[in-house]
């Protein structure tokens, strides 16, 4: 039986225009939470994801492969690859929207290695909203914005209220959050 592709975005999604406040091109996007593991700094092992806005509703993220990160000998882990571009759409979903939203769904291609010390330079994209959901998707290159895509990656994120982290998160991780003060700031569309 011959699999037919999905158009993408899916018919009835509109174009999203990114929010009126949100970080304008060659804005850094930081650190979301110290403890996370695509971007927090506070774990040696994680990703160390940097982001940047580049333009419209694009995110140019960057990740350096370590030993941490290894599947096979000397090349990364394909869930860790997923790890890296769930973060990196997450963050333009977020960041760009404005809105909270949770990975409903995560779309991987892996098309190249991708050895140790090389850079994953990741260009993510918001590419519609249908209702809550939120289409978003990004490739990834070996060493240059340029190089070759080694990861591909689709992703569906659904607009979620605060209670989605106040009932299911731990209160004290929480309470870290809101001291480090990012990202939920008065200019973020918080219900949905
Ligand atoms: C103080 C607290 C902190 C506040 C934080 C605020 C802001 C965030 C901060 C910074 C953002 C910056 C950076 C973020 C960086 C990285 C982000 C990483 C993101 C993650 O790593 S996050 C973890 C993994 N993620 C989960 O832990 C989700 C678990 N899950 C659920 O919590 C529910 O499952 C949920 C909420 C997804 C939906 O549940 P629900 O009950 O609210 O809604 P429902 O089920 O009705 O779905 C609504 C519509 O989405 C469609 N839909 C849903 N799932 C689908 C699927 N898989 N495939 C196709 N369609 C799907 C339905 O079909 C329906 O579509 P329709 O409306 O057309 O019927």
Redesign the pocket.
Same mark, same amino acid.
């Given at each position: 039986m011959t699999k037919q592709a999905q158009p993408w975005p899916p018919a009835g999604a509109e174009p999203a225009p990114a929010h009126p406040k949100a970080p304008g091109p060659g804005s850094e996007?930081g650190v979301?939470?110290t403890e996370?593991f695509?971007?927090g700094d506070e774990l040696e092992g994680g990703l160390h994801l940097r982001s940047t806005v580049a333009d419209g509703l694009t995110v140019r993220s960057r990740f350096t492969v370590t030993k941490n990160h290894q599947g096979a000998p000397g090349l990364a882990h394909g869930g860790l690859l997923a790890c890296a571009f769930?973060?990196a759409?997450? !963050?333009t979903? +977020?960041?760009l929207l404005r809105r909270?939203?949770?990975?409903?769904?995560?779309e991987t291609d892996f098309r190249r290695p991708v050895p140790v010390g090389s850079t994953l330079h990741i260009e993510a994209r918001v590419d519609g909203v249908?209702?809550?959901?939120i289409y978003a998707s990004a490739d990834g290159r070996l060493d240059a914005e340029d190089g070759p895509v080694a990861v591909r990656a689709r992703g569906?994120?659904?607009m979620?209220g605060?209670e989605?982290? !106040?009932s299911? +998160?731990d209160p004290d991780a929480?309470e870290k959050?809101?001291e480090q003060g990012?990202?939920?700031r008065e200019d973020?569309d918080?219900n949905p």
């Open positions: 996007l979301h939470f996370c695509g971007c769930d973060e759409l997450g !963050t979903v +977020g960041n909270p939203a949770v990975t409903g769904r995560l249908g209702g809550r959901k569906l994120f659904v979620v605060l989605h982290f !106040t299911h +998160g929480i959050f809101r990012r990202p939920v973020w918080i």
